[in-house]
């Protein structure tokens, strides 16, 4: 039997998704609709459940009694007859993680919108997908890396399949007016859309990058026969003022960014925006294997109603991380220098927050759920960033093994043999186990790294990066970072750059914590001058650390006096540079790491 699903913009001006499901021969005890408490490769409960507006349900044509048993359960009464429901959806979340719907374009990801048929999610579903009431034929185009059913062609309006429910909400639906380019890759058609309006935008270059990104990571994975694990693959954007963010899918993504990120024609130079969107596109496209196929054993299936615990997201979204930058200068689109200085910023934001000396990597990714993706302004002193430590556990593994092997092994092999269980286990797959990237480092290396991995990840040590940079001819050193004076001197940060100074975090250790300051509080003068955002740096930079100053600010509209002494010792600041006396061996070894040195 097929799960048959329908959804129509009703009302785009109120943000309104009308959703029908019907179903066959429905539990004869009452049947279970839920609707899923959050979205894979967003680990936050979203209670998409709460943007129901009204539900009635329909047996046999007469109305059917429903009744809500929690915040997203539905049970129908008893019935023999075949039940559909009905419903709308209130969709106005701009993000790549719900549903957005106005009167000029729609999105959607499937666990915002489509209730399950609970005991019946592995049933073959169709969903059939209407354009507004009102819109002229043609008008509105559709993408989706869903299969379009016999008589729809695929982008226009109509009926698509899946092969089960998690299949049908894997695939996001973009819908509107947009601009789109295609492009194979290694035989296997890709498309991406762009909807938002930019101008002149150079979707020729679009597309020639994001092929070179794509086929850089198939041949990682796929050495001896390229071809990526899919039959098509989009690339769903969405161009705003200021945004950034992406959402994996098994054979899609969704991407938000900067409409000046975006490549126009006659841009000749990658810009530093460009270089980000790429980045961001090559970290999605890296995660159709890792987590979207090889994926943690807590995933294995996923658990939709509730909080799926893993302390490996430091393997799939660290790991991730390290190779999107990676992969671009393999391919060509970052420079050596450009990538070790993407190293260096990353390294820098890691070292400077005290939080990776408090929480492991393991504890960041098991709390996941209720701390990295609620942070609050003391997030730098308790939270360390599976993404971004991760990334730098990734890179000192895969330095260790080049350097311990030889050269001979690398964390690729470690990546291309995690791919090789999938394959081989196919539909029994089961996911790896919590301390199964230790046993795939072994196995695919024969190297012993396991004490440093765990020290590194279930610990809290810090890799020795300046002696395990040294087996890719690579000097690491340590300057201060003086740019921002305000974090350098005082250890504090504002909330934007205009307006009032207010204080947006307060870093551990730092003048203005030791002094009282707390987030909240609006600073009004520096030793008896103003201080605005554009002001407070400028008058920084006129004293020397280990000064003594008096900061004036507002707290609960109170006025308040702190005496403070400036740092003595500004954080660090880390930069990568080649070193030009390194070893012919290690010159090889770096080449093979992150390529050619191109001036």
């Not at 992969?327 to 990776?356: D, F, I, K, P, W």
């Not at 914590?513 to 400028?538: H, I």
């Not at 600041?573 to 070893?583: I, P, Q, T």
Request: hydrophobic letters at 40%; one cysteine or more; glycine letters at 8%.
């Amino acid at each position: 039997m097929t799960i048959r699903y329908a959804i129509r913009p009703a009302d785009p001006g109120a943000h309104l998704f009308h959703v029908t499901v019907g179903l066959e021969r429905p539990d004869p005890q009452g049947q279970h609709f839920a609707l899923p408490a959050w979205n894979p490769g967003s680990y936050m409960i979203r209670e998409f459940a709460r943007h129901i507006v009204r539900l009635t349900a329909l047996a046999g044509g007469r109305k059917l009694r429903v009744e809500k048993l929690d915040k997203h359960t539905w049970r129908c009464a008893r019935t023999e007859e075949d039940v559909t429901l009905a419903y709308e959806v209130y969709a106005f979340d701009l993000s790549v993680r719900a549903a957005y719907l106005d009167p000029e374009q729609a999105f959607f990801n499937g666990a915002a919108l489509l209730l399950a048929p609970l005991g019946r999610e592995l049933e073959d579903c169709r969903l059939d997908i209407f354009p507004p009431a009102g819109v002229r034929a043609g008008s509105w185009q559709l993408l989706t890396g869903l299969r379009a059913a016999r008589g729809t062609r695929p982008g226009e309006f109509g009926a698509y399949l899946a092969r089960d429910y998690e299949a049908l909400i894997d695939c996001p639906v973009q819908m509107g007016r947009f601009a789109q380019g295609r492009f194979d890759v290694l035989g296997v058609p890709h498309q991406i859309a762009s909807s938002g309006r930019v101008a002149r935008l150079d979707l020729h270059r679009l597309e020639a990058d994001l092929t070179r990104v794509c086929e850089a990571h198939v041949r990682l994975f796929e050495p001896r026969q390229p071809r990526p694990p899919f039959e098509r693959y989009v690339f769903l954007t969405l161009a705003v003022d200021e945004g950034y963010g992406g959402l994996e899918h098994r054979n899609s993504c969704a991407l938000i960014c900067r409409r000046d990120d975006l490549p126009h024609l006659g841009m000749k130079e990658t810009t530093e925006g460009y270089r980000r969107f790429l980045g961001l596109v090559s970290h999605e496209y890296f995660h159709a294997w890792n987590v979207k196929r090889i994926r943690p054993q807590a995933f294995s299936p996923y658990d939709l109603g509730r909080e799926n615990y893993t302390r490996l997201l430091w393997a799939f979204e660290g790991f991730t991380a390290y190779y999107d930058d990676l992969m671009l200068a393999r391919a060509g689109l970052l420079s050596q220098a450009q990538y070790l200085e993407a190293l260096g910023r990353t390294m820098t934001t890691v070292m400077q927050r005290s939080a990776r000396l408090k929480q492991s990597l393991a504890e960041s990714s098991f709390d996941a759920w209720i701390k990295y993706y609620r942070q609050d302004e003391n997030a730098p002193n308790s939270v360390v960033s599976y993404y971004q430590k991760g990334a730098l556990v990734a890179l000192a593994l895969d330095l260790a093994i080049r350097g311990e092997s030889g050269g001979r092994r690398c964390l690729d092999d470690v990546m291309r043999w995690l791919w090789r269980q999938w394959r081989l286990a196919g539909p029994s797959y089961r996911g790896i186990e919590e301390d199964g990237i230790v046993d795939a480092v072994t196995r695919a290396t024969g190297l012993d790294l396991g004490r440093a991995l765990r020290a590194w990840t279930e610990g809290t040590r810090d890799p020795d990066f300046s002696t395990l940079l040294l087996a890719v001819g690579i000097r690491l050193e340590r300057k201060l970072a003086l740019d921002s004076p305000h974090f350098a001197l005082l250890g504090l940060k504002l909330q934007g750059a205009s307006g009032e100074a207010r204080v947006a975090q307060v870093f551990d250790g730092g003048p203005a914590q030791q002094a009282g300051l707390s987030p909240g509080d609006v600073l009004m003068a520096l030793d008896e001058l103003r201080v605005t955002p554009a002001k407070l740096d400028a008058l920084l930079a006129r004293y020397s650390p280990g000064d003594a100053i008096q900061m004036l600010a507002f707290r609960r509209e109170e006025l308040k006096r702190f005496d403070l002494r400036l740092a003595r010792q500004p954080p660090p600041r880390f930069v990568l540079e080649v070193d030009e006396r390194a070893s012919a061996a290690a010159q090889r070894r770096r080449v093979a790491w992150c390529g050619e040195r191109r001036r």
